[in-house]
């Protein structure tokens, strides 16, 4: 199978094993999915054609500005308001959007959850309601657990940076993408340190939902040693695919592929 197009990051299912759909653009146009777990134990090559087309304009560039995106989209699209890394930002919940009203009354001004999640360590994160293993599965986390529920983006966001400010929640992805054992009992037992370090007023959001969701990836056998592949650096390679997780692409050689960081990229990939 030869595929071309331009890279998007994978959508995902979870179930037993997270499912894995590859979910590109011709520019902008959609493309047909493909069921990635399929291909794990094929040799894979991925040629980079040189070209990135901004995920918001189809702009062709040389490189993307960050996010896929180029300069001016980065700075002018809703998909990259200061509210999207920064959710403590947020100000739809007031009425005042910072770019697109429409689209931050659609997934900011809705409930949202601060979560805790595994991934090579216990992190706190914030996502939509709902939205929580769809995150856990792009982070690669192998098990997680919701520590409240908010009306609005901007206050799972403050809760989250209060926390961040006690707990070291950086995720390091060579470390992510080995065999990180789990412990659903120090979930737990985290909840509730978070619990008492917030303030009573913060107390109506607590969840008293402790179940932990565990997750388990499409991975053969996890690489001893690891070594990112940068398209830019490595425009033709091809190896056996081990496995996925997060979003990276695993390969027997100990490539790595992160996916979303390449988002744009035009490529021609054979599956052999």
Not at 239 to 263: D, M, P
Request: charged share 30%; net charge negative.
């Amino acid at each position: 199978m030869i595929w071309k197009g331009n890279l998007r990051k994978m959508r995902t299912e979870s179930g037993s094993v997270v499912k894995y759909f590859w979910s590109g653009r011709d520019v902008l146009d959609d493309m047909p999915e493909l069921f990635a777990n399929d291909w794990i134990g094929e040799i894979i090559r991925i040629k980079y054609e040189g070209k990135v087309h901004c995920v918001v304009t189809g702009k062709e560039m040389d490189r993307a500005f960050r996010m896929g995106m180029s300069k001016d989209a980065f700075f002018n699209s809703p998909l990259s308001c200061p509210s999207i890394i920064n959710p403590e930002l947020s100000t739809i919940h007031t009425g005042v959007a910072l770019r697109d009203k429409e689209f931050e009354e659609m997934y900011h001004n809705v409930p949202h959850v601060v979560y805790i999640s595994r991934t090579d360590k216990l992190k706190v994160g914030v996502t939509g309601l709902g939205r929580q293993n769809f995150r856990w599965n792009d982070q690669g986390a192998v098990e997680g657990i919701t520590l409240c529920e908010t009306p609005y983006r901007q206050l799972a966001g403050e809760i989250e940076v209060f926390l961040k400010s006690h707990f070291n929640d950086k995720t390091f992805w060579r470390n992510m993408l080995k065999d990180v054992d789990r412990d659903p009992e120090e979930l737990v037992d985290m909840k509730e340190e978070c619990f008492e370090l917030l303030s009573p007023g913060y107390e109506p959001f607590f969840s008293d939902n402790d179940e932990v969701t565990e997750i388990n990836y499409p991975i053969n056998t996890f690489p001893s040693k690891i070594t990112s592949i940068k398209l830019e650096k490595v425009p033709f390679f091809e190896s056996r695919l081990i496995g996925v997780k997060g979003q990276y692409l695993i390969f027997e050689n100990g490539g790595v592929l992160n996916v979303r960081s390449h988002e744009g990229c035009r490529i021609t990939m054979e599956i052999v």
